[in-house]
DNA sequence: AAGTGGTCTAGACCACGGT
DNA sequence: CCGTGGTCTAGACCACTTT
């Protein structure tokens, strides 16, 4: 707790701290901006500013009559601000996902930097399409360190679902809170050839992602491979 | 003026009116919070919460002790947060722009629709070339609407320097202040193996844009090209 | 020294959600 | 109805920039 800063960011920095140790659950309120006024010394509207910061963060979800909570990551979807399929010609579609396959196994090392993992530790890995309207879409390639995750080896494969970060919320007690994402392009391989439904190997956008917890350990990391003609990403700057 | 909306909320919107018809100038600030406090009759509190929410959607910048100013748009070499080169093959390396060509003529559909331009308007049409260490790494298309552009169609192409929206502004008095851009990957055409030095039709990664004035006018509508294996895009994402 | 934005306070009332 | 966050006020003092 640094003095020299604002209290409001001192404020920020302590709730952020006790929000990486899992003080409240995903569905209690954080205590009131009154309660935190009162506990800290401040004035309601340092709280008030404090509590911006961590909403603006991405940390925190205020709802007004109802509290301030801790926040869900939503992204688990959104290779879908990716890839594109044409909307007339699949009207009403609904994404999908099927788990193609599951393993334990050493990871790659590109996975096991990323998971901070031994050489010599094994993880679960998971192969899984992504699909809309039963086209192949995306194809991924999953691996979770074994320790938090080991009710995932024994689940059946169609008890997964369509999200897996609710899955991990709910078997596993993990929540994911942010990812960093790193975007390149490539050539599809066989594998992807197959997986895709590729006519030849075509242009592929690559999408790397690890996910992290609120607390800033990486729990997964994720390879995902999409047939580039699908891909379109649009973005406003300033 | 909708009076249902919280205060700050009017005072922005007005506050964001008022920058639209460009009533302070670029190196003028904008009122003091004690001024504009007065003329709106609310607290300063309320000027600060509104003056927050356009400093949030980067629209203005602020500087304490020296005051609010309206903000230029930084993004004119933005094009190498996609594109990267071997920053050890060309330890300080600086990157440079080469105007290729220049002529007024009838802008392509997606640029004559994107600059909201009728079928018959000429525009000024640029062929750009961007490099790092006098390797070539991205081709561009430009085109800019003849009207408030007429002062570029007569400069002399090495007067253009490497950055175009600060010439823009000096020249045309035409200020940038967002863009919206779109990403997506395609193959080589013959003239961009020429320009960017390929060995073959190749995978390239193609960014379009369209950049705005404060008032939402379009000003400019790129189209940029560069090799797919010199792309990494790297977000994070909550 | 004067003026700017940055931080902070201690209240008030409003809008919304749950009891 | 009560408790929550949302808006708003009217000050005070601090840190920084310019004159």
């Known amino acids: 707790m640094d003095s020299r800063l604002p209290r409001y960011q001192q404020l920020r920095d302590d709730l952020t701290r006790r929000i990486a140790a899992l003080e409240w659950s995903l569905n209690d309120p954080l205590p009131t901006e009154q309660e935190l006024a009162q506990t800290y010394?401040?004035?309601?509207?340092?709280?008030r500013k404090a509590i911006d910061v961590l909403e603006q963060?991405?940390?925190v979800e205020r709802f007004q009559g109802r509290g301030t909570f801790i926040r869900r990551a939503t992204f688990d979807q959104s290779l879908f601000r990716?890839?594109?399929?044409?909307?007339?010609a699949h009207p009403g579609a609904l994404p999908q996902s099927r788990i193609l396959n599951r393993e334990i196994g050493r990871p790659p090392l590109a996975a096991a930097l990323a998971l901070g993992l031994s050489e010599q530790a094994d993880g679960i890995h998971l192969q899984r399409l992504?699909?809309?309207?039963?086209?192949p879409l995306v194809f991924e390639n999953i691996w979770l360190p074994l320790a938090p995750f080991t009710a995932?080896?024994?689940l059946p494969l169609d008890a997964?679902?369509?999200?897996l970060y609710p899955l991990y919320e709910k078997r596993c007690g993990q929540v994911v809170a942010y990812a960093k994402e790193r975007l390149?392009?490539?050539?599809?391989?066989?594998?992807?050839?197959?997986a895709l439904q590729l006519d030849t190997p075509a242009p592929i956008v690559v999408v790397e992602r690890t996910a992290f917890g609120h607390d800033g350990r990486p729990l997964e990391w994720r390879i995902s491979r999409g047939n580039a003609s699908h891909f379109a990403y649009e973005m406003e700057i300033r």
Chains 1, 2 share one sequence.
């Open 41 to 47: 010394d401040v004035a309601i509207g340092t709280v």
């Open 152 to 154: 995932l080896a024994d």
């Open 160 to 163: 997964f679902g369509d999200l």
């Open 57 to 59: 963060e991405g940390r």
């Open 130 to 135: 992504r699909l809309i309207d039963s086209q």
């Open 184 to 194: 390149t392009v490539s050539t599809a391989r066989a594998e992807d050839v197959e």
């Open 82 to 88: 990716f890839f594109r399929f044409n909307a007339k």
